[in-house]
């Protein structure tokens, strides 16, 4: 006899795993911007005038002025909150996995 219950719970419990897998895509994709952004690179020849000792410069607009690390940090929370909603939806679908007469998922180490 089927338990609709417990298979109405783990199919719950999968697309709210689904959608906090994107949202993580999302934010992942967000956060490796504003990095690439904030790294920048350095160029090996000096810049004009340059009486600087140090012959380099930043090939593009200077990465330290460039770098939002709130918005930075703000992001590795978000995604640190979304990786534990994506596990707390694994635990609710192995919880549930047997009696829905379905598998579960195993989390790589």
Same mark, same amino acid.
Not at 50 to 55: A, V
Not at 60 to 66: D, K, Q, V, Y
């Given at each position: 006899? $089927?338990?609709? +219950?417990?298979?109405?719970?783990?199919?719950?419990? *999968?697309?709210?795993?689904?959608?906090?897998?994107? &949202?993580? +895509?999302?934010?992942?994709? $967000?956060?490796?911007?504003?990095?690439?952004? !904030?790294?920048? *690179?350095?160029?090996?020849? =000096?810049?004009? %005038?340059?009486?600087?000792?140090? =012959?380099?410069?930043?090939?593009?607009?200077?990465?330290?002025?460039?770098?939002?690390?709130? *918005?930075?940090?703000?992001?590795?929370?978000? &995604? !640190?909150?979304?990786?534990?909603?994506?596990? %707390?939806? &694994? $635990? $609710?679908?192995?919880?549930?996995? +047997?009696?829905?007469? *379905?598998?579960?998922? +195993?989390?790589?180490?």
């Amino acid at each position: 006899m $089927e338990n609709f +219950e417990a298979l109405g719970r783990y199919h719950f419990a *999968k697309e709210q795993l689904r959608n906090n897998a994107s &949202i993580r +895509e999302r934010l992942l994709d $967000e956060l490796k911007r504003h990095v690439d952004k !904030a790294v920048g *690179k350095l160029v090996d020849k =000096p810049v004009g %005038n340059s009486n600087l000792d140090f =012959p380099f410069h930043f090939a593009s607009e200077t990465p330290l002025n460039n770098a939002d690390l709130d *918005k930075m940090g703000s992001l590795i929370n978000q &995604i !640190a909150e979304v990786n534990q909603n994506m596990l %707390n939806a &694994i $635990e $609710e679908i192995n919880k549930y996995a +047997e009696d829905a007469k *379905k598998s579960k998922i +195993e989390i790589p180490k």
